[in-house]
């Protein structure tokens, strides 16, 4: 079992930055094995998919949308999972989940092992 906790979200304008930080605690065998994501999702819209990060941190993977304004990085333990989000836009506001799991696949369908209960995240004009 894994539980993750986000934290980060908040209010500010476009153009401004913010950082998203998913804490992760729990342990279960194949730790360190977890892909890790975010996804988003807006009242009225269907979820999608921010950015995941491969279990050794070497590759990421981004949404069209955010691709050079948002990273996404952990440490090897996969203990932390930040978003850094900078220069954000209006249509970036949405509620944004932390999620795990052990095959990609799962991300490549919007669904995921693990998920946490989301920060919001709003960005005014």
Known sequence: QIKLVESGGGSVQ??????LSCAAS????????FYMGWF?????KEREGVAAIEPNGR???YADAVKGRFTISKDAANNTILLQMNN???EDTAMYYCAA?????????KRA?????????????
């Open 14 to 19: 476009a153009g401004g930055s913010l950082r």
């Open 26 to 33: 729990g342990t279960v065998s194949g730790s360190g094995t």
């Open 40 to 44: 988003r999702q807006a009242p009225g």
């Open 59 to 61: 590759v990421t993977t």
């Open 88 to 90: 954000l836009k209006p």
């Open 101 to 109: 799991t052990q095959e990609y696949l799962e991300f490549l369908h």
């Open 113 to 125: 092992e693990y998920w946490g209960q989301g920060t919001q995240v709003t960005v005014s004009a």
